[in-house]
């Protein structure tokens, strides 16, 4: 019975923690200084665009049964050329430009291929070539 009674005793002295919580440790030592700028300042170009050499972009949209029950809504064309954009990415362009889809009116043109088949005439591309 001594024996029981003296490991009660060293169990629960020895189970006995202290409750202070170390919260947090302030050290003298303050954060290293921001590196100087090893490049020299550079003003910002002076940019005017040359109305010229600007590109013409055109998203139409593709007619009934090509836009693949919507998921290739648009055909991407810049400067004459058709940009390889999956239907993604066509997507993400049409949500950024806030383009609500309309399907397009069923004309001849529409038929012939115009627009997505071959980009809309244009007046600016005409006059240069």
């Not at 290293?32 to 170009?45: A, E, F, Q, R």
């Not at 972009?57 to 058709?82: D, E, S």
């Amino acid at each position: 019975m001594k024996y029981l009674f003296t490991i009660i005793i060293l169990i629960s002295f020895g189970c006995n923690h202290n409750s202070k919580v170390i919260e947090a440790i302030d050290y003298p030592i303050s954060p290293p200084p921001i590196p100087p700028n090893i490049l020299p300042y550079n003003p910002p170009p002076n940019f005017i665009p040359d109305m010229t050499q600007l590109a013409e972009v055109q998203i139409n949209p593709l007619p009934h049964p090509f836009n693949l029950n919507g998921n290739v809504p648009y055909a991407v064309w810049v400067n004459g050329k058709r940009l390889p954009l999956n239907n993604a990415q066509v997507k993400e362009l049409a949500y950024t430009l806030d383009l609500k889809f309309k399907q397009p009116k069923d004309t001849a043109q529409i038929h012939s291929g115009e627009g997505w088949l071959r980009p809309l005439p244009s007046q600016r591309l005409s006059s240069n070539e």
